[in-house]
Structure formats: C-alpha cells, structure tokens
C-alpha cells in the first residue's frame, strides 16, 4: 500500500491514539528504518502505537520520557514474522532505542542507546 510520507507508510498510521490531539509529527529517521524493516521482510508493518501526547502516554502506562512523546517511537508488528526476528533484524539497523516484547517490538530514533527486554 503506498503512503504519504515514505513508500509504504501514511501519516495517518503515526497519528496518537487519543482521539484528540491529532499528533502525528514522527521523526524521519524513525520511518527509514521503519521501511528498511518492511523491505527486509516484504511483509506488511503494522503500526501499534506511535505519536503520543502526554495524556494519552499516561493513559496507556508510558514511561514519563518516552520517545513515543517525541514522534521518535513506534511499536510494530510485522505481519507472520514472530517478534523476536523482527527484532533481530531491528538490530542491525542500529536504532537508537530498541525494546523486545512478547506481541511487539518497539524501535525509537533517540539519540543515544537503549536496549530492554520484557
Ligand atoms: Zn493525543
Ligand atoms: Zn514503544
């Protein structure tokens, strides 16, 4: 599916989910890598959660200083790729923040380094 800010992604799918805010201003390199990641897989990426505004952060249990408040974060699934080949691959992109889950994976453009696994 085309998109409006890069070859596979829209806008749209960044947006925060609050309902409210229409916050939606993500961090080009976060969508670079977000692509290097579909085109590895060929696979579609679904956008769990991306943009939060500090209400809607709060709301679903976000740490104070998430890059999700920035537009730096998303978390993704890949469609039939389990999380932690997602992951791995996430990896060598070297993101700056990058978080291992059971259901998701969360990548993140900070400046700096952060790894975790839950
Ligand atoms: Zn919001
Ligand atoms: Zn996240």
Redesign the pocket.
């Known amino acids: 599916m085309a998109g409006d800010i890069s070859t596979h992604f829209s806008r749209i799918e960044f947006r925060c989910k609050c309902g409210n805010c229409e916050f939606d201003t993500v961090d080009a390199g976060l969508v670079a890598m977000l692509e290097k990641i579909r085109t590895h897989f060929q696979r579609p990426v679904t956008i769990n959660?991306a943009c939060r505004c500090a209400r809607h952060n709060a709301q679903v249990g976000g740490s104070a200083r998430s890059q999700?408040l920035y537009g730096r974060?998303a978390?993704i699934r890949v469609s039939n790729v389990e999380p932690s080949a997602v992951a791995d691959f996430a990896e060598t992109l070297n993101p700056g923040g990058l978080?291992r889950y059971s259901t998701f994976t969360?990548i993140d453009s900070r400046n700096g380094r952060a790894r975790w696994k839950t």
Do not use: E, P, R
């Open positions: 959660s999700h974060a978390d978080g969360h």
